[in-house]
C-alpha cells in the first residue's frame, strides 16, 4: 500500500519550534501504556509507515538534521498531545505528528530506557539544560502515571492502517 505524502489528519507544525524544527526531548510512555506500543498494528503497515516518513524528509532526521542513509537506520517517532479529562472520564492522547528519527535521537528520546542524551549535547545543551529538562519531565511522567490513558490513532486509521485487534481499554 502506497501512502500519501502528507497523511489525513496529521499536523506537521505540532510543536515546532519558531525555526520550523521539530524539538528533541525525553518522553517517556507513561505507565498505563508500557505494554501498548505499535503491537496493534501489522509490521507491514507500519514499514510503510516509515518508508513514507522516510521519503518525505528526504532522509534526514527531522529532529537534528543528520542523514540517515538507508531506511533500515531511521527510526519513527510518534508524537502525541496528552488531554486530561475531568474526573471519572477517560484521558486521551492522540497521535498527531510522526517523526523521521536517527537512533541517536531516537535513544535520547527514550532516555529512560537508554540511559543516552547524547544527542541532547550535541544540539547545543548544556549539562544543567539537560539536568533540569530530565526533572521536569520526571515531574510530568509521575502526573501522567496516575491516569489511565487510551490512546487515539486516527491519523493512522484515517490512511487504511487498522488494528488487528481492539485494545481492552478502547
Ligand atoms: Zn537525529
Request: charged share 30%; net charge neutral; glycine share 4%.
Amino acid at each position: 500500500m502506497e501512502l500519501p505524502f502528507n497523511l489525513i489528519g496529521e499536523d506537521r507544525q505540532f510543536e515546532n519550534l519558531p525555526s520550523g524544527r521539530s524539538e528533541l526531548y525525553i518522553s517517556p510512555e507513561p505507565q498505563s501504556l508500557w505494554y501498548y506500543e505499535k503491537k496493534n498494528y501489522s509490521q507491514d503497515d507500519l514499514e510503510n509507515v516509515k518508508k513514507c516518513v522516510y521519503n518525505r524528509a528526504k532522509f534526514r532526521c527531522e529532529l537534528c538534521n543528520e542523514n540517515i542513509s538507508q531506511v533500515s537506520d531511521a527510526r519513527i517517532i510518534y508524537r502525541y498531545e496528552y488531554n486530561y479529562a475531568p474526573l471519572g472520564k477517560h484521558s486521551c492522547r492522540t497521535l498527531k505528528r510522526i517523526l523521521l528519527a536517527c537512533a541517536d535521537c531516537d535513544d535520547t528520546t527514550n532516555y529512560f530506557k537508554t540511559k543516552n542524551y547524547s544527542q541532547l549535547i550535541k544540539i547545543g545543551k548544556t549539562p544543567i539544560e539537560v539536568h533540569l529538562h530530565i526533572t521536569d519531565v520526571l515531574s510530568d511522567f509521575r502526573i501522567k502515571n496516575q491516569i489511565v490513558w487510551i490512546t487515539n490513532e486516527g491519523v493512522l486509521e484515517k490512511n487504511g492502517i487498522k488494528r488487528m485487534c481492539v485494545s481492552p481499554e478502547m
